[in-house]
DNA sequence: TCTGGGGTCCTAGGACCC
DNA sequence: TCTGGGGTCCTAGGACCC
């Protein structure tokens, strides 16, 4: 099933480089050469990074209000996220990538594995084409990494950050030499977990991990470890997936920018949130059986009480609808809620999720059509005016615990007034 | 005193990913 | 004062069934 002429790659890995600055910078040319970081919601931690960035010793996950005094100094362009815009050209990268590879697998917003057809003599030269393409129609630079499987594409990926764009792992021996310095943080499958344990018995690299026994990556990683140890030593274990999955869960959850202590204000939080649960259930038409709703104080004052309660609740009916999924979620948050606590956030997870259609097969929903009828009327007034024009009067009118973001750009490539003009 | 075995389904929690 | 959001997969253990 993966044969292929020995000694060639048969995955790649194209991953777009420092995506979201890239995305704003294809709108902002002025922030080319710069060093420019793209912010979480909130304005609150640092998700993205310019090479300039980087340089300046800004990490991933930084929180702003620490390195306010950084970004200050070496005037950083800061900017809040714009996932309209990167959704947006993601989709447009993919695109192009899809049209060069036959086997392709979107694996997130930034990155797709692909299988090389059989015909790619020159691996490396096709990369160069592809990554020149995409760059040419989209304005965005992608790196490429070919490996014989998705765990070693990775790897090649990440050197070919260093290195030009493009990395070709075609035998042993380069693999060898790949792994000898590669750091097991870095590898596909190890997260904080696994590598405090690993770096407790002097294991750093991914060549002295690849050394342990089998027994020893099923034992302490699983099933998932055992499959990163075949492709390690070359074998692949991970195929693409190349239809598109249903989602299992759909969820939805906010920090406030402000803390909230009143039982009224949270439930008109949270009804924004159902509201917006039940539109994205809508969107990938599934009906939720069971809804589960949270509430968070701040972690990080250990100063303050502390309130994490949970409740699931079982809906009678799979519902998609917000006049199905509101007034649960808004019953359920006064009955969580505490006086005296100050809440950060708060979510909502969808689960037990089936298709609309068997639902509407089912004997007991009769009185879904009548919603259902609603709900495609307000999602086609919203698709028209914006989001946000019609909306559940449980919501109230305000805003002083919603989403900060100080520093955002225009909806360049999906709102009509914010289409860029030439002059 | 001695109390089966094998299967499914569900859930909670822990690991990971971007 | 200020620390993101949305997912996946796996495992162990309990309930339940025949």
Redo the contacts with the bound molecule.
Sequence with gaps: MFCRKEGLPVFALCDCNNFYVAAERVFRPELLGQPVVVL???D??V?ARSEEAKLLGICM?D?E?KIRGLLHRHQVRVLSSNYALYGDLSDRVMKILASHFHLFDVY????AFARLDDGIADPSGYAVMVAADVLKCTGIPVSIGMGPNKTLAKVANRLAKKNGGIKVLTNDQQIRMALADFPIEDL????????NRLAAMGITTALQLRELPELFFKQQM???GQRMYHELWGRPAFDLQLRA?S?????????FSA?ITEAELLCQAVSNYAWRLAE?LREQRLCCRKLEIFLLT?R??SDQPQHFPVH?HQMAIPCNDAHGIVPVVVRVTRMLFQPGMRY??A?IVATGLIPESEVQLNLFTQVRPKYSRLSSAVDRINASFGRGTLRMASEGSDTSWKMKQNFLTRHYTTRWEDIVTVK
């Excluded at 997130?108 to 990155?111: A, K, N, P, R, V």
């Excluded at 596909?188 to 590598?195: D, K, L, N, Q």
């Design positions: 979480s919601n909130n609150s931690c998700i996950g929180p209000f997130s917003i930034d990155e596909w499958g190890i997260g904080t977990g696994y590598y699983s099933v998932q999955m989602a299992k869960v759909v969820s939805i959850s906010r920090s803390y994205k701040s990080h004052r699931t950060r956030k979510g």
